[in-house]
């Protein structure tokens, strides 16, 4: 690379490698105390049956509120937690205060179901289904009510072991879905053969679902192609009315987007749950 654009532009580019692996180090160091000090923060977005409109649920999203730069979201962080291997510990973190938080909407009288991601160094330890184990026990929640996001390329990870492991988290009772589904690489035999429950469509497909013919198609034929294969459909990125209405009458499952509600804190969320439930 540094070749082909000539030998003055070489310098540059090592200048900017450096300034960025310092960052990273400075990232790294600061997710390290911000675990300890607590700064990790799980907001919630609904997930809402279109049948119905009733809220069935929703996905665990990742956020750090950093004592300077404020609330963060996961893309400033995630590629560095991913390569320090500190996402291990915020992986299990995570999940713990998910079936927690998911445990106390019941507490509410509220049964709904969280999602949880996951991330391919967390699926690739070994401990993961022993941490899932612990957790719904500890917590109580019911399996069901857990749902794991996975994507496309970690399935293409062919171990047995990889294999065994999602094989005995469904025993358990959790449900899989692929998150982002239509962004990588589908072999969509893999979809049978790790017995995944649900297909989130990804938003670049949705947020002009109204306008762009082509992604009407794509959306079409995904859905269709689930519902046979007896997969349920999540739509991500939903802004718009007419959106949820041609989601509604293509028959998609459930559905998720800034217009039923963007992600929120906890109490926000329950707020959010409670009202909902009023109404219905
Ligand atoms: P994702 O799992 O696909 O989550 C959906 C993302 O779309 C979220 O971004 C959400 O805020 C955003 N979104 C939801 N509705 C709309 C909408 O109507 N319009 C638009 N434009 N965006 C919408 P967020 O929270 O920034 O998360 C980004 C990604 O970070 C997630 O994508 C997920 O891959 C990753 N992530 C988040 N939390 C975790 C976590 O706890 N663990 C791991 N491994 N990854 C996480
Ligand atoms: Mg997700
Ligand atoms: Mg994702
Ligand atoms: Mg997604």
Redesign the pocket.
Known sequence: QAKKAGRNTHFVHQEDLSADSHQRLDIEQALRQAISRDELRLYY?PIIALKGERLVGA????RWQHPEQGLL???RF?DVAEQSGL?AEI?EW?IRRACEDAMRWQQHGLRLGVS????AIQIRRNNLQSVIVDVLNESGLEPELLEL?LTESMLLEKSDAFLQLLKNLKKLGVSLAI??FGTGYSNLSYLQRFNVDRLKVD?SFV?DLSSNEQNRAIVTAVIQMAHSLKLQVTA????HQLVQRILTSLGCDHA???LFSR?LEPDAFLGYARSYSERA
């Open positions: 977005q996905e665990a999203l990742l979201s996961p893309d995630m996402i992986g995570v949880v991601n996951l991330s996001e998150d982002d938003k947020l991500e990125g939903i802004e998720q987007g800034y992600p």
